[in-house]
């Protein structure tokens, strides 16, 4: 679908142009931790930068009860809260705040969505948002399936200007709970209202991936398997599970990053270009992608897929609980905490080019990156330099954003001597001004009409699809977790992984 | 910010000196353990300073505009009533913590002195002191003689030329020549107006007004709008140059015609008589007195239909200067409030947001049109 236009002579040429039609917000789970940390402060932000429309409205809901005073209070808050001091304008948050209201639902009692519904006629005719909503699943995920039924009970999955929901992660927790999810919620919606949210699209980095590979003539002659020996993405994190214990030991890092995150840079990285950036012309080709992708055969697991699960250690000099220490997580878990596999994509473009993904909990320090290693040039005529490191592209995702060259240089003087060396260009040492957070790209998309950095369902299908054969083999209990010390790069069998491919990891 | 020692060096030595900075440069992060300094350009940035402001007077502003957008910056300091000639120029670098770590983001400064007939030699020097295939913003602070030579040789080699129309002495007239410039250079150079960026937040929020459907039914009927505006305190009657723009912006943009001129009522209030499609629409302009005002320029905005039914959106300064609020009374009820912060009407702000821009602005240019095509 193309986003929405409409016909306001007076936004002609300002440079705001990307301005949503009037439209109300429906958050389920509003009395939750992700409405106060992000979306709430991420609509205000929107505000601020006048990028909503007038009319615009937001309407909490969750089983709390609590009256649309109380959570314009709430709200007020957060965005105090979470927002710095400095950001924050507490005349246009006072605005914004009379835009906010709120009625409770709950799944058992679908009177509360008739109220829903008639709050929601109400402001259509006192705000002027003409039918248009943007609804936000917040709520724990076993509540989608129920919510998206209620919603199409009540006659809320249509209405005279647009519908669309966004739903958080995770979508599903397997490919069968996934395509379940699935079916309940094409019941109600069609594809094209349906916004699956990784937040990791909306970051700035994450975009730029496509502007490197795009918008320059130099780097895609060389983005294939004559010039690329393999790719290394890795998302490290030196936090633990902190108090989502009970979530993650269900979870794991597979489904917690690799399925949707890491998978999602995977595609954008690896992807052909798409004949526009209209939202179906990339995700055609992300999903084109992520189908060649050789599916993981379960008897030679140990070749395409390594896992950890960190012990007690120490990182930045403070010492550090074992995983299954945390607290909600069982003292025998089975669940990895670290998970690197190799990922082989059958097509021209790159047969025989591994792509190696790794994420993890505990690590030394918090990194996201995505490394382009070159082959190394065919013929070696400096004989007598030290033996020189492969070109390679970086391209840092979080923190310190950038990218990174590595190339050989002569060092001065009478002898050739050839050394390495990084050629750097840092977004925060080159531009003064912040970049928005992901969230706000993300909403103002969505309430466009722009599905672009959204994941669409075949997407989602194919990367459960990919992962399942690992899930099940890790189903098998690892005798030998934990396997790596909190505060170090991982276990070692995932460095005698790399080393059986003739590689290495990147140090970070 | 920080500044290395300023050298005054000789004109065809400056490129040479620039790259002598930059090692110098090298060598003081490497002195104090920095991680190496960063330059990155995306443009150049060419200003003319008004003669008699110094170059210490400037800078603050000029190390804003490049926090955000990395440029080499070649600032020319002129003085065109000295008799004797002179050229003189220094490189600086200007530097500023990127707020992470000791990481800092570095600019270079080009500064040149010309006085008396040297001051024709600037356009040329200029040329070969940008750094070749990025853009070239002139940004001319004081207003530039249109006509002039040296100003046209400027223009010929920018990309994009920044002014501020506020201190046009005779706002008609002189917009009017911009016009004619814009007309005459429809490829080239695009025009940026300070003047007409302050205006931006009133057309944001007017246009969100509109947004809203059930008011954009209102549009083909409107038939009044009332301008008020701090009046700079000339002695001739005019409308200033903000309100010229604004009226030109919303009858351009909603194809009013004026068929006649202004018809001033007294010093102060003067009816403008616009001929839309079938209908007469009146431009009330109100010049108020300084005294008393928390802002110069724009104070107020409305826009009326009169008849049955009425609608009324009005869009004014907040007594705390800070914000713009706007609301809607429709059939006697107010409703639809907004409330936008105003930014700091400052030069360096407005100037950054020009910068972020390449291509023409259409609707600043139509506008301009909009004004002599009558
Ligand atoms: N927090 C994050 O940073 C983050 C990041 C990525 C994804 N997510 C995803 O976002 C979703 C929300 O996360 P969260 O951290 O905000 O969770 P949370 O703090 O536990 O909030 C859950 C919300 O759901 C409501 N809820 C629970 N049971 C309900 C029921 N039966 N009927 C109606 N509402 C019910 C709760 O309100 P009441 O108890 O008042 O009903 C609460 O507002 C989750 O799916 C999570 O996986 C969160």
């Given at each position: 679908m193309q986003p929405s236009e409409f016909e306001n002579p007076l936004r002609e040429g300002l440079r705001l142009e990307r301005t949503p039609e009037p439209c109300t917000m429906v958050i389920f789970g509003a009395s939750g931790d992700l409405t106060k940390r992000k979306l709430v402060p991420a609509l205000y932000s929107l505000a601020q930068q006048s990028l909503l429309p007038g009319g615009f409205s937001i309407v909490g809901s969750a089983r709390t009860p609590m009256s649309s005073e109380d959570f314009r209070a709430r709200m007020t808050e957060a965005v105090h809260h979470f927002l710095d001091p400095g950001q924050v304008d507490s005349r246009v948050l006072e605005n914004c705040a009379a835009g906010m209201f709120y009625t409770p639902t709950d799944v058992k009692d679908p009177d509360s969505f008739k109220r829903l519904s008639e709050l929601l006629s109400d402001l259509d005719e006192q705000r002027g948002t003409s039918g248009n909503r943007l609804f936000y699943f917040s709520t724990p995920p076993t509540l989608y399936a129920p919510l998206t039924q209620l919603l199409g009970s009540v006659g809320l999955n249509r209405s005279s200007g647009w519908t669309r929901v966004i739903i958080e992660k995770p979508f599903g927790h397997d490919l069968e709970s996934m395509q379940a999810l699935n079916k309940q919620v094409l019941e109600v919606f069609r594809e094209e209202q349906v916004y699956r949210i990784d937040h990791y699209l909306g970051k700035e980095t994450v975009q730029n991936i496509l502007v490197l590979r795009f918008a320059n003539g130099i780097f895609e002659p060389l983005w294939n398997r004559r010039y690329v020996d393999h790719v290394q993405i890795t998302a490290a994190e030196s936090l633990g599970v902190e108090n989502r214990g009970g979530y993650y030991d269900q979870a794991g890092v597979l489904r917690d990053m690799i399925q949707n995150h890491l998978l999602q840079i995977f595609t954008l990285v690896a992807m052909e270009p798409p004949v526009s950036l209209e939202a179906d012309a990339v995700r055609d080709e992300k999903t084109k992608v992520m189908q060649a992708v050789r599916p993981i055969e379960s008897q030679h697991m140990d070749q395409f897929a390594v896992r950890g699960q960190y012990e007690a250690g120490a990182i930045n000099g403070q010492p550090v609980k074992g995983y299954r220490e945390e607290k909600n997580v069982s003292p025998d878990s089975n669940t990895e905490t670290y998970a690197a596999i190799k990922l082989l994509v059958d097509n021209w473009r790159w047969a025989d080019v591994p792509f190696y993904l790794r994420s993890a909990k505990c690590l030394p320090k918090r990194v996201t990156e995505v490394a382009v290693q070159f082959r190394r040039a065919p013929h070696l005529l400096f004989k007598d330099s030290e033996p020189l490191q492969p070109n390679s592209l970086t391209l840092r995702i979080q923190p310190d954003e950038g990218i990174t060259l590595r190339f050989g240089a002569k060092l001065p003087g009478q002898a050739i001597q050839v050394r390495t060396v990084n050629m750097d260009f840092r977004y925060g040492t080159s531009f003064g001004k912040k970049s928005p957070d992901a969230y706000e790209r993300l909403l103002l998309d969505a309430m466009l009409g722009d599905s672009t950095l959204f994941a669409r369902g075949d997407m989602v299908e194919t990367s459960w699809r990919l992962l399942m054969p690992v899930l099940e083999a890790w189903q098998k209990p690892a005798d030998h977790f934990p396997n790596y010390e909190a505060g170090s790069w991982g276990p070692r069998e995932s460095d005698e992984f790399m080393h059986r491919e003739g590689r290495r990891w990147r140090r970070l | 910010m920080k500044n290395l020692p300023q050298r005054a060096v000789d004109v065809s030595v400056i490129e040479h000196e620039l790259k002598e900075l930059w090692e110098q440069m090298t060598e003081v992060s490497a002195e104090e353990d920095q991680q190496a300094v960063m330059r990155a350009c995306v443009a150049n940035l060419v200003v003319v300073n008004?003669?008699?402001?110094s170059a210490g007077e400037i800078s603050p502003m000029i190390a804003e505009v490049t926090h955000q957008h990395p440029s080499r910056v070649i600032l020319l300091l002129c003085e065109p009533d000295s008799s004797q000639a002179s050229l003189d120029a220094m490189v600086t670098a200007q530097c500023h913590p990127s707020g992470r770590g000791r990481k800092q983001i570095c600019c270079e400064q080009i500064v040149i002195q010309a006085a008396g007939e040297d001051i024709s030699r600037l356009p040329s020097l200029v040329r070969t002191l940008v750094i070749p295939d990025l853009p070239v913003f002139l940004w001319w602070r004081d207003l530039p003689d249109f006509k002039s030579a040296l100003f046209t040789d400027f223009m010929q080699g920018a990309d994009r030329v920044i002014l501020d129309s506020a201190g046009l002495a005779d706002a008609r007239q002189g917009l009017r020549t911009l016009a004619g410039l814009v007309e005459e250079k429809p490829q080239k150079t695009a025009f940026s107006d300070l003047n007409w960026c302050r205006l931006t937040p009133w057309r944001v929020l007017v246009a969100g007004f509109f947004d809203v459907p059930k008011y954009r039914a209102y549009l083909p009927r409107l038939n009044r709008v009332q301008i008020k505006s701090v009046g700079g305190g000339s002695s001739e009657p005019s409308i200033s140059a903000h309100g010229l723009l604004l009226a030109a912006w919303l009858a351009s943009r909603l194809h009013w015609k004026a068929t006649t001129k202004p018809h001033w009522i007294d010093e102060r209030t003067c009816d403008w008589q616009l001929e839309a499609e079938d209908r007469t629409v009146t431009i009330h302009i109100e010049i108020t007195s300084p005294e008393g005002a928390v802002r110069p320029g724009l104070n107020s905005l409305q826009l009326l239909v009169e008849g049955e039914p009425s609608a009324q959106w009005v869009a004014s300064i907040a007594a705390d200067g800070k914000h713009l609020e706007g609301y809607v009374r429709l059939e006697g009820r107010s409703e639809g409030a907004r409330v936008i912060r105003l930014d700091d009407d400052e030069e360096a702000q407005l100037a950054g947001r020009e910068l972020e821009i390449l291509g023409h602005d259409q609707v600043y240019e139509q506008s301009l049109k909009w004004l002599v095509s009558r």
């Open positions: - | 008004p003669a008699g402001e």
